[in-house]
């Protein structure tokens, strides 16, 4: 339960006690979302990324909330929250939802309109399985206080104007791009493989590193060696 200091008899619970999300996949792509975000804004301090948590927005009644996928907040401090109170806080600028079966009339209606009302800026609908979204990927941007379908791109990718960054099925995965670099966000297992592949190298490198410079002082002493005989020869010993 989250309870505000000057509410103390109002507890606002932290779980409905269903699981984070429908499937393994579901997860992943959160995971990937989230993490992507956090990392990108991770020197940022008024930048704050979340999900799978309760999001309240009207104060004292613990029935008006949404639980978003992942959402973006600018303008707050980071800090581990178990509940997102809209009145204590600031609207988020960026929502995911990432649609299952159990989800997407939620989705595409009750929550979608709830965060229009509150007025989220851009909100992304993405269904991995593509099962029950056509196209699979959708975004829409606040226009005049409604929602407005975001254009798809020709390769079906999606540019959001709030972080700067374009998003992309990927396989049954989402991958966010820079949008003015085009970099791309690392999954974590990527992350973790270029990790390895970077440790396999260094240790590579050392490896050779140290038989270099176990050859150059072998032939460091055998010149030493071929010194002395040739010394020998020049002045030979008297007898």
Not at 64 to 81: E, H
Not at 117 to 134: A, I, K, Q, T
Not at 158 to 166: E, F, Q, Y
Not at 170 to 181: K, M, Q, W
Request: proline share 5%.
């Amino acid at each position: 339960m989250c309870a505000l200091p000057l509410e103390s008899e109002i507890e606002y619970p932290t779980s409905d006690g269903q699981p984070m999300a429908e499937t393994t996949l579901h997860r992943k792509v959160m995971a990937d979302v989230i993490e992507g975000l956090e990392r990108r804004y991770a020197g940022v301090p008024d930048v704050w990324v979340g999900g799978n948590l309760f999001l309240y927005y009207e104060k004292g009644n613990r029935k008006k909330c949404v639980a978003p996928d992942v959402l973006l907040v600018q303008g707050v401090r980071k800090w581990d929250r178990d509940c997102f109170f809209l009145w204590e806080e600031k609207t988020p600028e960026l929502i995911f939802e990432i649609t299952s079966r159990s989800t997407r009339d939620e989705d595409e209606g009750k929550n979608k309109d709830t965060y229009e009302r509150l007025g989220v800026p851009e909100l992304v609908l993405f269904d991995p399985f593509g099962e029950y979204l056509e196209p699979r990927l959708q975004g829409y941007r606040l226009h005049q206080g409604r929602y407005r379908r975001i254009r798809l791109n020709t390769d079906g990718s999606l540019d959001l104007r709030t972080v700067g960054l374009t998003v992309r099925p990927e396989g049954e995965r989402l991958r966010l791009v820079d949008t003015a670099t085009r970099e791309k966000l690392l999954w974590n297992d990527e992350l973790e493989a270029e990790l390895l592949a970077a440790r396999e190298q260094a240790t590579r490198e050392a490896a050779a590193r140290r038989e270099a410079e176990e050859r150059a002082a072998a032939a460091e002493e055998r010149l030493r060696a071929l010194a002395a005989e040739l010394a020998l020869l020049q002045n030979p010993p008297k007898t």
